[in-house]
Structure formats: C-alpha cells, structure tokens
C-alpha cells in the first residue's frame, strides 16, 4: 500500500501491467465492511458464484438480507441467507402455473418491466383454498425463508418489506405474514391483508414491523390466500422479494444478477422502467451497487466502455447519492481480452468520487488465470475457486478500508496483511461448481 493515501485517490500497490490494484473512493471500502453499507450486487454467473463466500465472509454483520427470487440459497455452493420463494402446484389446488422468470422474459401472467431481476409468478385458478387452514404454509402462493444469523433466535423488533408487481390481474385476496420458520412456528408474528391489483403495472411495498419470538430456524415470510377468500381464476401475485432487516447499522445483502445477463440486460427499460428501478432502490434502501458484470457482452474494451458508463448513470438517477464498487473480470480463455475492461474501470475509478475499484483481474495474476485449476470450463469457478475470489476481493476491500481514518479517533484501522491471499491457495480442490450458462 502506498503511504498517503486519501480517501478518493487512485493509488495502492501496482500490479505487473503497472497500474494500481485498488483506485478511487476508499470510504466505500470502510462503509461496506464497518459502515451502513447495503449493497446491491448486479451481474451475471460469474458474481452469483461469490455470493455464497460473501456471505460466509459477512454473515455475523447482517443487518439485513433481500431474499426471494434474485436471492435465494446457492444449490451448487451453499447456503445465502435465504431460500424459496417456490411452493409445489400440485399440493395446492388453488395455483396454476407458477415459476422464476427473468426480466427479459414473458412469464404466462403477461406482467414484466417493474423489476429489474427476476420475479417470482403465481397463477390462481379460482379453486378455493384449504378452509379451515391446516398452518399458513398450506394456502401459501409464496413462501421464503430467512435464515441469517440476525434471524435466528432473535428477539427483538423487526421489519419486512413485501415487495411485489401490482397489475390490472393481480388479486386483493392475499395475506403477508411473517412467522417463525420452525414447523410448529406457524403463528403469525405480524400480519397484513394486501392487494396486488392495479390499474397500471409497477413495484409496489407491503411493511411489517414485529417483535420476533427467538425462533431459533430463524424467520418465514409467507404470502397466501386470506381466509375465507379465493383469488380469481387468471388472477396472479408477481413477487419481486421480501426485504427483512434489524433497523441497526450494519450490512445488506441483495442481488439481481443472473447467469448470461450482460450489460445490455440491466440497461433496457423494456426489463425495468426508470420509475421502477427508482422504486426497487428505493425499497431495498440500496447505498451500494456492487459490480462485475461483463463476461456475456462479447465485444471489446472500446465498445464496452459506453456501456458501462451508461449503466453508472442509469443507477446514479435512479438513486442519487448511490455508490460502487466495480470489480474487473479475471481472464476469460475464451475471449481473452478482459485487461482491456479492467483498464476502462480504474479509468472511471479515476474520474469518480463515488466508485470503488477493485483490480480483480490483476490480483489474480492475470491472463494466465484463464487456465487455472480454480475454473471447472475456463469461465465458472469451482468451489475453491469462489472461496479464492472472495479471499482476494475482501483483502482488496481490507486493504482499502485501512487507509481511511477511523471517524471517532482519526487514526488509521489496522492493516490486514493481503500479501498472504496470492500464496494460500495451495488446498486441493475437493468439488467442483456445477456447469451454468454464464
């Protein structure tokens, strides 16, 4: 690390192309892992990979999780926080189709363009639900799970914000509860009836403050028919996710990305309105996007670049105030030309005062990482991959965060030694990441 260094300079440890491995706005580093940071992680495969080690890495600062379709458990790594939103159709009379749609696809409900990740979609057939109700599960269109170290066992007030896509088609027979999520946990803690019926398409909230009952599988956060009411035959609920949190500084976690989503993909308001993608950052509470994104774009630096840039000021007026963290690309021995982005982003890093940047490409050696036993196609990482990849990135983020000054006494947080990241990797790896599109 470079003595001197400020909060907003590019600086830090040069790499073998000659250039720095960290650049721009340093408080960012010490916001995400001290501060009120809630983060917003946008990308394609390639960052769903790191989501899992990300949360190894952070799970006793939680403060704060935005669970549901963009963020539910990882299959192939392990456990985020979260899982569902899916229930079985064939158990439930009451549901037509149902399934996760992207959003650039057309689910069967016709509804897209008020998200901008993938939303979960129910249709009801008019049949009616269980009555009596045997527990709220049995007449739910939607069911998620919270599962976060803030969430079990705890006891005191929380909040969950209902976050769903109201349409000419959507019903006002449902009902938000949050439970605990033991199977003898099927008392409500908090309870509202909702309508997702309206006029025009767009995102819409539903709040929830409670006090939690120390349920020790943490939280369940269900969306089903209300009593005695049967949602219309063609009506539909479109879940966008259910954001649970303390209210106390810490963490966030959230994600929109998704395997073989490019740039193009989050800049089309055909897949989110500028109002609605407003709307998301505003009901996430999002202060932090957290990028890497650029393996599916399939052109060069030069034509990436615009891109890029574009996406930046699409989340800056949709958020004003909003920063970020970008992080450039390891090599791709498909394509190979990933040094050329990594220099596009410590430019802009160079040019902001809100951007964080963290040289991934080059804090893992380069071009020659297109080869490494750590990627199971030359593309996706293995399990030890992803731990690898989020090892460097948080040195990256330490080593950033230990040259701003501490706000209550103006000294400097100790150094965390990052030196050490690039020879530890010398484990075997043991499993490998199952193949995705990237």
Known sequence: MLAGCIAVVTCGAPNARGGPLIAGNRQIAWDYLYGDAHVLMVGDSIQNSLHHYRYVKNANRLQGIVAGPNYPSSPWLGDDGSFGPAVDPATRPFLGATGLYLANETPPTGVRGANPGATWHAGFTGVAGQQPAADLVTNAAAVVYVVTPFAKGATGMMHADLLTVANPSGTGALTFDVTGASASGTGALASVAISTQAATTGLQRHQLTFQAAGDPAGLRAIVGLTPGQTPAAGSNLVLSGVRVYTGKPGLQ??????????????????????????????????NIVQIWIGHNDGVLADAWEPRIRALLDRYRAARPGVRFILESNYEDATVMWFAGYADVLARIAA??????????????????????????????PSLAGAEYLVDVEYGLIQQAASSVPEPATGGL??????????????????????????
């Open 253 to 286: 976690l959230a994600g929109i990305g998704w395997g073989g989503t490019n740039t193009s993909y989050y800049l089309d308001p055909n897949n989110a309105s500028d109002a609605d993608l407003a709307r998301y950052f505003e009901f996430t509470d999002t």
């Open 351 to 380: 040019e902001s005062t809100d951007v964080l940047y963290l040289n991934m490409y080059d804090a893992v050696g380069g071009a020659p990482f297109a080869y490494s036993p750590l990627l199971v196609d030359s593309v996706h």
């Open 413 to 438: 947080i100790l150094t965390v030694a990052f030196a050490a990241l690039a020879g530890r990797r010398n484990r075997r790896e043991t499993v490998a990441t199952a193949a995705r599109e990237h």
